[in-house]
């Protein structure tokens, strides 16, 4: 869709350049905003958890490279369609949270949005809005009236979130099917409010966004712009941002910066370049040198990802020292002391720790079962030494002298189980 379209504007060649970009209402229109200047733009992000995930990362990217090139970042969160819930790409309804759950999610998630945003008072300082400011005052049947009497029942039928949820005869209930409204209310309502031309965000949203552009075109705002970047699965068909163990959040108390190093160092030899242009703010010519690395050298790459991914959730100095614990663990087989530690109370260790419980404690694994399924593997270690009685005790001779034990699930997870 890009391929016949060359941007004059610095933000929507940044885009296009590095991947960003699946879907466009009018390149030209908005190539030409861009160019002009001072281009406002949104994306939502509901506060369903106490952290972003990595499936947060490619929208909060676009804001970043709309900063870096003039433009005015308008990071939402929905304090009020999270209280509604977005059917978007899910089978069944999502669970309703309290506000009180909401605003601490909301308090929590805020937090991230500095690591890539500048915040303040000048013409391309970030904002941070929340929909529960204008949603939250609604008279319902002021809404339905001034607003819901623009909107076909026909059209929002055929929209892919309403659609595969009636196709696979899953219950869509009224409050989700009331979403696309509210997120169509908010492109005019932030129109109106910040002067935003441009609403982002996923490919699965498209539906949404462009149902806000055809409001506000009803309602008498200026011509609005939709842009979608694409979901992003690696070369093997895996979603981004989930792993056997989990999402792969953001916030430090939910994954340790370590584990998220190494998230990024185990990306798919075929995926680095494409990933190093998304998620690292390096020069084009510096990944264009690292795509071109060959065998092992790939993993050089590969350690340049995971340091520069971590860096900007995380920053520098816990990003090198993720990669140096990592260097120590790996090349050097040393027991690194800045590994994940989960702690162990003296008087279970004095009981004597079940080998299977310890594992499943350290977070390694889910269960026991999976425990000794992973010891029949040879995929677990105890201080480097294999698994093989899953009767196994832990004890204080386990422990080095530091008071740790090192756990270890297959070459590359480690969890330091620490005397407490």
Avoid at 97 to 106: G, P, R, V, W, Y
Avoid at 216 to 242: D, E, F, I, V
Avoid at 308 to 331: D, I, K, N, P, S
Wanted: net charge negative.
């Amino acid at each position: 869709m890009t391929a016949d379209f060359s941007p004059k504007s610095d933000f929507l060649r940044a885009l296009i350049e590095r991947g960003f970009v699946h879907q466009c209402s009018d390149f030209a229109g908005l190539d030409e905003k861009a160019l002009a200047g001072g281009l406002t733009a949104y994306i939502g992000f509901d506060c369903t958890a106490p952290s972003l995930h990595v499936g947060s990362l490619l929208p909060i990217m676009l804001l970043a490279w709309l900063q870096r090139t003039g433009g005015k970042p308008l990071p939402l969160v929905g304090g009020g369609t999270t209280r509604v819930g977005d059917p978007s790409g899910k089978d069944e309804s999502r669970r309703l949270l309290t506000i009180e759950q909401i605003d601490a999610n909301k308090a929590s998630i805020k937090q991230i949005f500095e690591r890539f945003l500048a915040f303040g008072d000048g013409p391309t300082d970030a904002l941070l809005l929340d929909n529960a400011d204008w949603l939250a005052r609604l008279n319902y049947i002021d809404f339905l009236r001034d607003v819901g009497r623009h909107f076909s029942v026909n059209r929002m039928l055929t929209m892919d979130s309403v659609k595969l949820r009636l196709e696979r005869e899953h219950e869509l209930s009224f409050i989700e099917f009331n979403y696309m409204c509210l997120q169509a209310y908010d492109f005019v309502e932030i129109n109106k409010r910040y002067g935003a031309l441009l609403q982002m965000g996923g490919s699965d949203q498209w539906g949404n966004i462009v149902t806000g552009l055809d409001l506000g075109r009803r309602m008498g705002t200026p011509q609005l712009y939709a842009l979608t970047s694409p979901l992003l699965t690696t070369s093997s068909g895996a979603k981004m941002g989930k792993t056997a163990a989990g999402a792969v959040w953001l916030n430090a108390d939910m994954l340790s910066p370590y584990d998220y190093w190494q998230y990024w160092r185990n990306t798919e030899d075929a995926d680095v370049a494409r990933f190093l242009k998304l998620f690292t703010f390096l020069p084009m010519e510096e990944i264009g040198r690292l795509a071109a690395l060959q065998g092992a050298e790939v993993n050089e790459a590969k350690k340049t990802l995971a340091t520069e991914a971590t860096a900007l959730v995380h920053g520098r100095a816990a990003a090198e020292q993720a990669a140096e614990t990592a260097r120590a663990t790996f090349e050097e087989g040393a027991l690194a002391l800045s590994l994940p530690k989960v702690a162990v109370s003296a008087q279970e260790i004095d009981a004597g720790l079940g080998v299977l419980t310890a594992f499943v404690k350290a977070g390694l694994v889910a269960s026991t079962g999976e425990a000794r399924r992973q010891i029949k593997g040879g995929g677990l270690r105890v201080n480097d030494a294999p698994v093989t009685d899953e009767r196994g005790v832990l004890g204080e001779k386990d422990f080095a002298e530091d008071g740790v034990v090192k756990l270890s699930l297959g070459k590359k997870k480690h969890v330091l189980l620490e005397r407490s």
